[in-house]
């Protein structure tokens, strides 16, 4: 996320006056109060300036002034590497599709300086590219939400890799989520997979990452398990709920939307909303799931027969 700039305060100056051949005395007197004028008269001048901004750190990239970025993508299609950040710059090669780079700066325009295998090798046009999310995790994410109900539940997020997606040259991050929770001196505990899609996903002129948790042992019908969905904006640095795949299982409580700086952060933010989602039929459903052997299936609804004759 792009920082704001920061003021820099204006320091007080220290005020040195120099002596015009009087007494000491005399000198004493006239030095406090001349010095006592001036040093109000800087204090008023001082505030009265305009604050200066901080600005933006510039470094360059073969002669051309990049501000720095770091971020790591996959080319659409394949794109010529520029010298410069234009199309009559000098082209130095092809990145072919497929291919992951990271930027690290970016340049005026829509062009972004890249780098593979940490070798820094030009100026790639940036909408050929798309961002990756990057989900690896070292530690496990732990944490607690507190439910309607007076329910509570302690969750754990565990990173557990990659998977490709059928048709796309992206993956998914995957996790796996396990649960305690507990209501009224009883407890239960459930197991969940959370995925998020690698490469953001346009969405009403918006590119947002998909975060959705499904719990396996409940299906609809015998093709859909439960599953739902909270959309990350990485600009906005937002978590903002979106669906719920089977109906009779939402609150109809919409979660207000979360800021996150990280992508622990944006786990914990994305579960703790889906679970606020729920209402008490799914909670219901959930403490039984370890007294069910095989997985609940909710059966879609189906019409009447009408009687015959």
Known sequence: MKMGERPVATKRQRIVCPSFGLTARGLLVVFTAVCVWLGSSVTLWAADQPVQAQKTETLTFRGEP???FDGLYVVKTDVKIRAAPN??????GVLEEGLKVRAFGRAKGPWLAVKQDDEEIGFVYSPVLYRLFEGALDDEVRGQVALEGARTCDYIIRYTGTSPVDGEFFETSDYEVGWRCAQNDQTFEFESFLFVTEALIKKR????YEVTLDIWEIQRGYEEVFSTTVKYDPNEALATFHSISIDKFSSGIVPDERTV???PDMLSAAVEMIVSSWNEEAWTVLKNLTNQPEPVVDEPDQPKEEPAG
């Open 66 to 68: 990049i501000e720095p």
């Open 87 to 92: 199309t009559r710059s000098k082209r130095l």
């Open 205 to 208: 002129r918006k590119s947002l």
């Open 261 to 263: 700086t990280t992508v």
